[in-house]
């Protein structure tokens, strides 16, 4: 095959794409998805079947991080499906006279799986494979030699086609018939290949065959060896081996024969890992209980999802096989996220022993270390009484005479990747191990109750923590090294319970802080007070003095859970150890109840260390905290309702968060465009309807809420800003059907005409079928899009200020139309956020986040820092007022020590702006006090922490510095220059002046 135009691999395969920065590749990634989802929807009964059970279709992906919304794909599913429909399955895309080659499993479970790869998928195959290639080091003038099998198998075929496409030289010589293996040998001796492809242990065996020769593999002029279809080359020993076996390069590629192409995990000629080439097959490594992304440096399995497969797609396939990942950079270049330890097990072939995760990879690891370990080893499990029993049954090679350094070496590698030492071997420090690990995965556990508390975690799904050290929560944090529990570290343990509260509100799982004693819960008063004012579900764990020091006035002892009892929704104290379990199912679970809120736990530093469970027992962690179904609506009160909104000529509904809480945006879209009524949200149910969907009118609310006969309430509270529910802000005459699944919040402020108590998706989906879908025009409406209209235009008008100082609705604007799709916004400020609620629309739900109902300023930072460690692929802009940074700036450090490259964009007006001006209104230019600050050059401060910093003092800069800022790869601050003395809306309405009677926020003309 004629061989493809070099230049063109490094400009367009090899090189260029690999090196994008993220943001960017990411969009172009997010596209490929978008059609990929929308392709399968639309050709697969098996896809579109699975998701419309789980609730989702491709209008459900905004972002990448939506991904994990979908449903995983096991091999079994793909079993089922060609069973059911031979002999590809439901999931084949293409006509059947279309797919080119045919491929498949050896079915060792007794079922093999068919492979139907059709035309233009083989030829994408082919350049996929070229580009891979190309970066691990092969070249045109490279001559390969592949020992693998030609047959069923995809491998061969995929490296053939890669290497013709390249150019190289191919020698495909196959395996699997006697006696090959002895001419492979006499082959390579004549061709002196410079490649090898193939499996590990097959390499090892050629190595072996030639040594019988009188041949050294060293000879044999191999510069390069790539291996799939093994975790061997993976195993660092195994890797160490080869390498000295024959004196070449050891790669480590493959995924799975479904994911074709399935070179996609590769290591480069750095060998830093295995590069995940996210631009040809889209990789998450998940949590093997959830299925949801880990962070990174975190373990978990490869989940897979093709971008350009016609044929047989697989969305979110599961591997099976162990991996950690990272993003940290490579010295090649590439800037794809890196599985730094390769694939080195599997999953499902972990077994347990004494409360011991066991990986045969790691028995192989350990026995690679040891000089005479002869390549073959046999694992035999057995039971003693009531103990199992572990034998290793190793082949013996070498003599050698003294074992107890290579033991030692042994100890201190296993120790590396986390697994308990061998019996009777100490560490490097001459200390044994003061116990066993704990067993998270299988809910067992053997050590203290810290160890039983992060056990129960992670059984919720809880892989993260965020927390500022201290003495009384050290066994905590033990625990979490155990338990693979990652630790976001910040600088104050404020910021550590809002980050906890935002990560609840963009992951769906369980945000968690932990915090030490005395001043340490005492500082999270403010964070829990927000929290617990937006309805937001999270844990927070405290340290306690010791039970013995109670009343004693012991360090830092304070009465904490009287403290923070009025802002939480419990606030118990753990006393015995063994029940730390418990307690903390029994608070998941009570978080996410309506209302949902957060509760506090705290456990005295002496329980923490008691055993987790009496002597000789065994405790066990619990199932994870669920909430039973999701109640429907009563059917009378359901009757009801529909009947209002059947007579109703000016509907109007009001959604907020719980929205989100149930799932229900799709719920919400759908019955708003049956009866064509228009949607309001509050700023926590921001996104529940894209921007410009002809029923997202939130320039004209005012003149809605004041017109509707009907208002339809769901899943948000009669409090300020919804005025209480009353007139002025809702008209009198107003009939009012409010959903909500918390009893205590229906009729609360306002008697409504129906009160139903049930969640928004199912009511949403009920009433939507209890009611006739709206053809009849609504002359309302159509007025209510023309003031929408004219509204936005003079938004626009004036947002294309050129003064300077910088108008803050320009540098909103700005902001907002340089960040990319699916971008999740923070905004954190008093002026600032008001200007900013006007022109920053997000792409959809979970894509926005602001102080909320409490009106907390200093939330920016850690909402944005936690939002990237939520969703980890979307970009994150926060935009902040100077005063308000001022709060937790410091986070910006826990930013660049975690490696969270944010964006943040800081209003620098040198002036706390509402204040000031509502000063100036009300009492006089000569009576302005406490509301000046100093011109903060936060740019710096940014560089000084080690960031990238950057300050804009014209408006024509603001969009370029923030494209800089979205593609540094690190933290990112853009100060800007703004005008004290411009007007927000908040001033306008007398924010500053804290009225009597009238709720502080007013749903005005042009407020979005």
């Not at 660092?236 to 799975?256: H, N, V, W, Y």
């Not at 990942?325 to 097990?345: E, F, K, Q, S």
């Not at 697994?419 to 191990?433: F, I, L, N, S, W």
């Not at 220059?977 to 001033?987: G, I, K, Q, Y």
Request: glycine fraction near 10%; hydrophobic fraction near 40%.
């Amino acid at each position: 095959m004629a061989g493809i135009d070099l230049e063109q691999v490094k400009r367009t395969r090899g090189v260029d794409l690999a090196v994008w920065p993220p943001r960017s590749r990411d969009e172009l990634i997010l596209a490929k998805l978008r059609h990929q989802l929308r392709w399968a929807w639309e050709r697969s009964p098996f896809y579109r079947r699975k998701w419309l059970e789980a609730g989702v279709s491709p209008d459900t992906l905004r972002s990448l991080d939506d991904l994990r919304r979908f449903p995983v794909v096991q091999k079994a599913d793909l079993r089922l499906a060609q069973a059911a429909h031979p002999p590809f399955g439901d999931y084949l895309c293409v006509e059947p006279g279309e797919v080119a080659r045919i491929h498949g499993t050896s079915g060792t479970t007794g079922h093999p799986t068919v492979f139907g790869v059709g035309r233009k998928d083989w030829e994408r195959v082919g350049e996929a494979h070229a580009r891979i290639l190309w970066g691990a080091g092969v070249r045109p003038d490279d001559r390969i030699l592949i020992c693998s099998f030609f047959s069923l198998y995809l491998g061969s075929w995929g490296a053939l086609e890669g290497a013709e496409r390249l150019g190289a030289t191919v020698f495909p010589f196959g395996a699997g018939v006697a006696g090959q293996t002895l001419m492979a040998v006499g082959w390579a001796r004549a061709l002196r290949p410079t490649a090898f492809y193939g499996t590990p242990s097959y390499a090892l065996h050629f190595a072996e065959t030639a040594r019988r020769e009188g041949i050294d593999p060293k000879t044999l002029g191999l510069r390069l060896l790539f291996f799939s279809g093994e975790p061997g080359a993976g195993i660092p020993a195994t890797k160490r081996q080869i390498e000295e076996t024959f004196g070449g390069s050891c790669l480590d590629m493959g995924s799975m024969a479904e994911m074709t192409p399935w070179m996609t995990n590769a290591e480069c000629r750095h060998r830093t890992g295995m590069h995940l080439w996210q631009d040809l097959v889209y990789t998450q490594v998940c949590d093997p209980e959830t299925w949801q992304p880990v962070p990174f440096g975190a373990e978990g399995t490869p989940v897979y999802t093709h971008l350009e497969r016609t044929s047989q797609p697989m969305i979110r396939l599961v591997s099976g096989d162990r991996a950690r990942w990272v993003d940290g950079p490579c010295a090649c270049g590439r800037t794809y996220p890196r599985l730094p330890d390769g694939l080195y097990g599997r999953i499902d072939d972990m077994f347990i022993v004494r409360g011991e995760n066991i990986y045969p990879s790691a028995i192989e690891d350990t026995l690679r270390a040891i000089d005479g370990f002869g390549g073959e080893f046999r694992v035999v499990v057995s039971r003693r009484e009531a103990m199992d029993e572990l034998l290793i049954q190793a082949e013996y090679a070498l003599t050698h005479a003294d074992r107890r350094p290579a033991l030692q070496l042994a100890a201190d590698r296993a120790r590396a990747r986390g697994h308990a030492a061998p019996d009777g071997v100490q560490g490097a420090a001459g200390r044994r191990r003061p116990r066993p690990l704990s067993v998270v995965r299988s809910g067992a556990m053997t050590g203290d109750a810290g160890h039983l508390s992060v056990a129960q975690l992670r059984r919720e799904g809880v892989d993260v923590l965020f927390s500022l050290n201290g003495g009384h929560i050290a066994p905590i944090y033990d625990a979490c090294l155990d338990a693979g529990v990652r630790i976001v570290d910040v600088r104050h343990e404020d910021a550590a319970v809002h980050m906890a509260h935002a990560y609840s509100r963009l992951s769906e799982r369980t945000g968690v802080a932990c915090v030490t004693a005395g001043p340490g819960v005492t500082n999270t008063v403010t964070a829990l007070a927000t929290a617990h004012a937006a309805a937001s579900p999270l844990l927070l764990l405290g340290g306690k003095a010791p039970v013995q020091q109670f009343d004693l006035g012991a360090l830092q002892d304070v009465d904490q859970v009287a403290i923070l009892r009025p802002v939480t929704k419990a606030a118990w104290t753990v006393l015995e150890g063994a029940r730390a379990a418990e307690y903390i199912n029994a608070a998941i679970r009570l978080a996410h109840a309506p209302l949902p809120g957060p509760v506090y736990v705290e456990i005295p530093t002496d329980v923490l260390r008691e055993p987790g469970a009496p002597a000789g027992a065994e405790a066990r962690t619990l199932p994870p905290a669920r909430l039973a179904g999701r109640p429907g609506p009563d059917p009378d009160l359901l009757a009801r309702a529909a009947a209002l909104v059947e007579g109703a000529a000016r509907p109007v509904i009001v959604a907020g968060s719980g929205v989100g809480w149930a799932g229900a945006h799709a719920g919400l879209r759908a019955f708003a465009e049956r009866i064509q009524a228009p949607v309001l949200t509050t700023s926590l149910g921001r996104g529940a309807l894209p921007a410009g969907h002809p029923l997202n009118l939130a320039a004209a609310r005012s003149f809605l809420l004041a017109g509707a006969d009907l208002v339809v309430v769901v899943a948000t509270r009669f409090n300020y800003v919804l005025g209480y529910g009353r007139p002025p802000r809702l008209p009198e005459t107003a009939r009012i059907v409010q959903i909500d699944l918390a009893p205590e919040e229906l009729n609360r402020n306002r008697v409504t005409d129906v009160a139903i108590q049930a969640d928004a998706g199912a009511a949403l989906a009920a009433l939507a079928a209890a009611v006739s879908a709206r053809t009849a025009p609504r002359p309302w409406l159509d007025e209510a899009r023309r003031r929408d209209h004219r509204a936005r235009q003079a938004l626009a008008r004036q947002a294309a200020s050129d003064a300077r100082p910088i108008h803050p609705l320009r540098l909103c604007q700005d902001v907002a139309r340089a960040a990319p799709p699916g971008t999740v916004f923070v905004l954190d400020g008093g002026d600032i956020l008001s200007f900013g609620r006007l022109v920053v629309e997000p792409d959809g739900p979970g894509c926005y986040l602001d102080p909320g109902p409490y009106g907390c300023l200093g939330v920016g930072l850690p909402f944005a820092n936690a939002a990237k460690v939520a969703r980890p692929s979307t970009p994150v802009v926060c935009i902040s007022g100077d005063g308000a940074l001022g709060i937790n700036l410091m986070e910006f450090d826990t930013a660049v020590r975690h490696r969270l490259p944010i964006v943040l964009v800081v209003s620098n007006n040198a002036a706390w702006g509402i204040e000031l001006n509502s000063q100036r209104a009300d009492f006089g230019e000569d009576r302005v006090i406490g509301t000046l600050l100093r011109d903060c050059r936060f740019d710096r401060v940014a560089q000084a922490l080690g960031g990238h910093g950057e300050r804009v003092t014209e408006p024509a800069e603001i969009a370029t510095a923030v494209g800089r800022a979205l593609d540094a790869g690190v933290p990112a601050l853009v100060d800007v220059v703004t005008d004290p003395t411009a007007a927000s809306p908040d001033l306008t309405r007398g924010l500053a002046r804290v009225p009597d009677r009238q709720p502080l926020t007013v749903w005005g003309e042009g407020r979005a």
